[in-house]
């Protein structure tokens, strides 16, 4: 075979390969192309993304410091946000987290928890009147003519006190776990009642039920099966908040004057009832604090209700904060 045949088999060779090579190079760029186009024609999820920091300050109403986390756009629609027991601000912050991009989110510490000043109980009343007229004030410093509230525990008898005196500022409610019918109290407030029968009586077992390492943890994780969902520094950073001096004595105080909140019951019904407010209730069917039929009695009192029993417990945030979220966003309209 002669050397120009040789080269010339050589060269058409070499001109398959590139053809070969071509070829899948542009079969490879289709391929690349296609997936790509199909990417982009999936639905993206919507991912809440936090555009305003949260800000923690503290400002004085009635000669006291109050301490309270802040963020989203003063422009926007307020949720004020009212805790319960034990916690403080601190409770808000998986809705800071989802919410502050859309709302104007303000959380304070009531006097005696979480930042805020704790006076002496001998020199402040510890009661939910005078804790209802501070927060109407603290609102009143911030410049919030009207807002949303959000009332958890301990915040619905400050949050219905608030809403009575003053209803042109409410534009809505949300309860979650806040009872306000006196069969929403649970079975576990026998020695509570008890208590407010006869305090001096009742003092030391009162302290146990409602202020130990074992209630604190129970409030969180009540009956819920899934224990391994819930952080253990929820209730051990509670019980050592519990267990600095003085606490037990301003707990004791205001729990006694809880009593008063039982006997408001009906003014808070009769007013939900005359008013119609938009009202969002979330209940974790979870809790062991409170009767699980309670979120159909507001529904009873406001029929319009949207009422949510979810798989959590007390402090329903702990476990179903991105639900929640969803509930807030689909209730409180961005713009009002």
Do not use: C
């Amino acid at each position: 075979m002669s050397v120009l045949i040789v080269e010339r088999i050589v060269e058409r060779i070499v001109e398959r390969i590139a053809i070969v090579s071509s070829l899948r190079g542009i079969t490879l760029m289709i391929s690349m192309t296609l997936i790509s186009a199909q990417l982009l024609a999936q639905p993206r999820r919507k991912e809440h993304v936090v555009e305003h920091l949260t800000f923690y300050r503290t400002v004085q109403v009635d000669g006291l410091s109050i301490f309270y986390r802040e963020a989203g756009p003063r422009s926007a629609p307020t949720i004020l946000l009212l805790h319960g027991l034990p916690s403080s601000s601190r409770m808000f912050e998986p809705l800071f987290k989802r919410l502050s991009d859309r709302y104007h989110l303000v959380a304070p510490d009531y006097p005696g928890f979480g930042h805020s000043d704790w006076p002496d109980p001998k020199k402040f009343a510890y009661t939910f009147d005078h804790y209802a007229k501070i927060m109407n004030r603290f609102t009143e410093a911030l410049g919030l003519s009207h807002y949303t509230l959000y009332m958890q525990d301990y915040g619905g008898p400050v949050g219905f006190r608030m809403a009575l005196v003053h209803p042109e500022r409410i534009d809505a409610l949300i309860v979650q776990d806040a009872v306000a019918h006196n069969e929403g109290l649970g079975a576990n407030w026998k020695p509570r009642r008890a208590f407010w029968a006869d305090r001096a009586a009742n003092e030391n077992a009162l302290r146990t039920n409602l202020l130990s390492l074992q209630t604190t943890r129970t409030r969180h994780v009540g009956n819920d099966p899934n224990v391994e969902q819930y952080d253990p520094d929820l209730w051990t950073d509670e019980f050592a908040f519990l267990s600095q001096p003085g606490q037990r004595d301003i707990q004791s105080e205001l729990f006694y004057d809880y009593r008063t909140n039982v006997d408001a019951y009906p003014k808070w019904q009769a007013w939900m009832r005359e008013k119609q407010p938009r009202l969002l209730v979330i209940w974790g069917k979870y809790d062991p604090s409170f009767d699980l039929g309670e979120p159909e009695r507001y529904r009873k009192d406001v029929p319009k209700a949207q009422v949510h029993v979810l798989d959590a417990g007390h402090f329903a945030l702990d476990t179903a904060a991105g639900k929640i979220a969803a509930l807030v966003r689909g209730f409180v309209p961005a713009i009002l």
